[in-house]
């Protein structure tokens, strides 16, 4: 009776720790559509359906890869800055500068994962930004 018991304790606190390590995984995690075309790092990412989480969040590790459900495209990155405080949600978000959406944070439900745009290529919207002001004003 004894033996039954601990077996039956020990699958259950097998199961209770499995469900709690991916529910954890899962707070660090964004699924969401994008409605255009964005740039990740030095990558272009088609619009579509994306998720975002930490390539390996058991090694306390703040490597980002962001991957497409449609066309598998994916973009390892490491975000500049996190901040831990809980916001509850999650999204991504974007800087839209020139004709360019860039990605500039992840929110997740723990933290939020600030990640850098270039100079180059914050240089390089201003300029097709203030060429295109230009255009139109004769």
């Known amino acids: 009776m004894m033996k039954q018991y601990l077996t039956i304790l020990f699958t259950l606190i097998c199961v209770l720790g499995l469900g709690l390590r991916a529910r954890a995984q899962e707070e660090d995690t964004v699924v969401t559509k994008v ?6 790092g030095d990558k272009v ?3 579509g359906t994306y998720r975002a989480s930490r390539v390996n969040p058991g090694s306390g590790s703040r490597v980002l890869k962001i ?3 449609e066309t598998h495209a994916s973009v390892l990155l490491s975000p500049t800055v996190f901040d831990d ?3 509850g949600h999650a999204q991504l978000n974007f800087e839209h500068l ?3 959406y860039f990605l500039s944070a992840i929110e997740t ?3 939020t994962y600030a990640i850098s745009i270039p100079p180059s290529a914050i240089k390089l919207a201003q300029t097709q930004q203030q060429s295109g ?6």
């Open 67 to 69: 991957t497409s459900y």
């Open 133 to 138: 002001s230009h255009s139109g004003s004769n």
């Open 98 to 100: 020139g004709d360019e």
């Open 85 to 87: 405080v809980q916001s």
């Open 45 to 47: 990412l088609p619009a």
């Open 35 to 40: 409605p255009f075309d964005f740039v990740v």
């Open 109 to 111: 439900p723990i933290g």
